[in-house]
């Protein structure tokens, strides 16, 4: 996983609230495999109607074409578990979602990627949202050291779990990390199959 | 003495490995369910040379991609196939348990674990599917994942997580006539919003729930995501028990006693307490179907739609006409003059065999006014209602009865709602396209999806019961 720091990138935003992650990804294009790509499904519906057309949509236009980072509003990547939503992001160049909140299941996800997803209030996300309308191509720069976003003079602080944060910052490998206490989890085995018996399925004749 | 503690506190500790200083919790996992969608997973596995490190508590159903009509042992469609295969070759080649197209016990994964007895109480379960909180209604700590976590899971049999804010949900009193888990949980998502337990691990309590069936409870607890949930879980009690004993995978005999002395347990201590209490009166609960495109925006059948030009602040006036727009209703409409093009009875929400008993008896004698399909949940329960001759009844309406698989509730295995379509739906997500491209879905109970087949348009269930039990 590439570790994150800083970027400083235009950012594009979608001001929907409960975007959820079939807006995200469509269900019909997770049978791809990751090296096929995800980036050109990203929000597919919402930016191509049926002919393949381009529709009038944030991301569509030149100025946010490119963006890094995604402002949202709350409930940000709700619904299905769906960790195509995170590849579609990544892989279109997404590294950063700001927004009031997050679905539960779609932050893990990102932080298993490598994307960022942070947390500012409604009124800061409506706030930012309102300067990218005014200035598209506003650069804005997301420092997760500091917990910060730079949006023209305007600087928020955002909060991300504290874990998550550390793993973003050094891209640790979240398997290598858990092997490094395998004698812990045979320790837990062991006892736990004396505790719990009964939480082994019963063999099957 | 030690400190009270809840039901969320006990099933935590009991799965507790390592917890780091900065809060970070490596837990035990007991169940592990996989499908077809889980193959990024295995392709991981296979990047790493990895091992599965405990095939004997991996179970694998096929049914995100199946066909639930048609052939299933020839899939017409090579996409369609190709995933199923993948499954069958991954749990072969890991030495996990399939229940496959081939075997009689195949469904949908929420609804076949429950049923086989694999989900049991205090058991951490996950899956990569956000509605294995479901299994939370037997009392299991029970989440979903993404490919990322399924194969930490599948290589170690372990999960990070970090200790969830804990909320209690209590419905006290008695439900009235025709009012199901589904009016249940829809309710409590209209009042705390698609956000409004985020981050949170949830009990759900209280005398209305406690009178619920496992069926019921399995709907409720499904739903816990759709108000953003981590897991939903009700307190294991004599339904339980009953509901459990005898069932294949779960212990018996003397072993069963045993366990529920232990389950028994399983309950939130009285002094113990929650960080946020929710309350809602069961007695005021009507039949409610959803207007627009989050299970959030749930109105009592009798209602009218919101008018967004009513609406003071600017930003939710925006979501109101975005969300009317999409669905293709008038502001200010009445919910029961909106008619309907078909109706869908299934998903993990609502296809075992009392949704498939309730849908029937407001159907038994009354004809369809729209195409519609209904799926059992399993396979098993596809027999049983066959046996009760619920098929005839749906057939006779002039539904279609299909096979079992998550089918239209997503659309994955190509069975959609054609764009611009109306559905009545049993299902969990009133998404945009999420039954289809250009899709429009409304949620309600299977005997309220029975109510607006019959009529044509959404309706009150209450008004076709006429002493018939649902």
């Not at chain 2, 691990?201 to 069926?215: D, T, Y």
């Not at chain 2, 998550?406 to 999420?434: D, H, L, Q």
Request: aromatic share 6%; with cysteine; glycine share 8%.
């Amino acid at each position: 996983m590439e570790k994150f720091t800083r970027l400083t990138a235009t950012a594009c935003p979608l001001n929907f609230t409960n975007l959820n992650t079939d807006q995200i990804i469509p269900v019909r294009f997770l049978k791809r495999t990751r090296a096929e790509g995800y980036g050109q499904m990203l929000l597919h519906d919402l930016r191509f109607d049926a002919d393949g057309r381009e529709k009038d949509f944030p991301i569509n236009k030149p100025a946010w074409r490119n963006a890094q980072i995604v402002v949202g509003a709350r409930n940000f990547g709700c619904g299905s578990s769906r960790e195509g939503a995170v590849y579609a992001l990544y892989d279109y160049g997404v590294r950063v979602v700001v927004a009031p909140s997050f679905g539960d299941i779609f932050s893990g996800n990102a932080v298993q990627n490598g994307l960022v997803t942070a947390i500012v209030t409604d009124e800061e996300a409506a706030e930012i949202m309102a300067s990218l309308e005014r200035t598209p191509d506003l650069p804005v720069t997301v420092d997760l050291e500091q917990q910060t976003i730079v949006c023209g003079n305007r600087t928020y602080n955002f909060s991300i779990d504290p874990v998550r944060r550390m793993r973003l910052l050094n891209g640790w490998d979240e398997i290598a990390v858990t092997q490094s206490f395998a004698d812990r989890i045979a320790a837990f085995k062991a006892q736990d199959r004396a505790l719990r018996p009964w939480a082994v399925p019963r063999a099957q004749e | 003495m030690s400190l009270p503690q809840t039901l969320i506190d006990k099933l935590w500790a009991a799965h507790e490995i390592v917890r780091r200083d900065d809060g970070d919790t490596l837990l035990w996992v007991d169940r592990h369910y996989v499908h077809e969608g889980s193959f990024h997973a295995f392709g991981k596995l296979s990047e790493r040379g990895a091992a599965v490190a405990e095939p004997g508590l991996t179970f694998a159903v096929a049914d995100h991609y199946v066909p639930t009509r048609g052939s299933r042992t020839d899939i017409a469609a090579p996409e369609f196939a190709r995933m199923v295969r993948q499954v069958v070759e991954n749990t072969n080649k890991h030495g996990i348990k399939l229940f496959g197209l081939d075997d009689p016990r195949q469904g949908i994964v929420h609804v076949v674990g429950p049923e086989q007895g694999l989900t049991l109480p205090g058991l951490l379960v996950v899956c990569g599917d956000s509605h294995t909180s479901t299994h939370g209604a037997l009392g299991a700590y029970a989440f979903g994942i993404g490919a990322s976590e399924v194969a930490h899971v599948l290589m170690t049999q372990t999960i990070w997580q970090k200790r969830p804010k804990q909320m209690r949900v209590s419905v006290e009193g008695r439900v009235a006539p025709g009012i199901t888990a589904k009016d249940i949980v829809l309710s409590i998502i209209a009042q705390i919003g698609a956000d409004g337990a985020t981050g949170c691990a949830v009990e759900f309590a209280g005398s209305a729930i406690r009178a619920l069936s496992i069926e019921g409870r399995l709907t409720l607890c499904n739903m816990s995501i759709e108000a953003g949930a981590r897991c939903g879980m009700v307190a294991p009690d004599q339904t339980t028990f009953a509901y459990l004993k005898g069932r294949p995978y779960a212990p018996r005999d003397t072993e069963f006693d045993k366990s529920v002395e232990i389950w028994t347990k399983l309950v939130t201590d009285r002094d113990a307490e929650y960080e946020r209490e929710v309350s809602l009166d069961g007695a005021r609960i009507v039949p409610v179907v959803t207007w627009g495109t989050s299970p959030e925006d749930t109105l009592p059948i009798d209602a009218s739609v919101p008018d967004p030009s009513r609406e003071p602040d600017e930003a939710r006036a925006k979501y109101l006409r975005d969300a009317l727009d999409y669905m293709g209703i008038a502001p200010g409409r009445k919910l029961t003059d909106i008619a309907v093009d078909r109706v869908f009875i299934g998903s993990c929400t609502n296809a075992r065999i009392e949704d498939l008993r309730a849908a029937a008896a407001v159907l038994a004698g009354r004809t369809s006014k729209v195409p519609g399909l209904v799926s059992p949940g399993s396979s098993l329960v596809k027999r049983q209602a066959e046996q009760e001759g619920l098929d005839r009844i749906f057939r006779d309406a002039g539904l279609e009865w299909g096979e079992s698989g998550c089918s239209m509730c997503a659309g994955m295995n190509g069975e959609v709602v054609a764009p611009g379509e109306r559905c009545a739906s049993t299902t969990n997500r009133n998404f945009r396209g999420r039954q289809g491209r250009g899709a429009r879905t409304h949620l309600m109970s299977p005997a309220m999806v029975a109510a607006a087949a019959v009529t044509g348009h959404l309706a009150d269930v209450r008004a076709l019961l006429d002493g018939r039990k649902v």
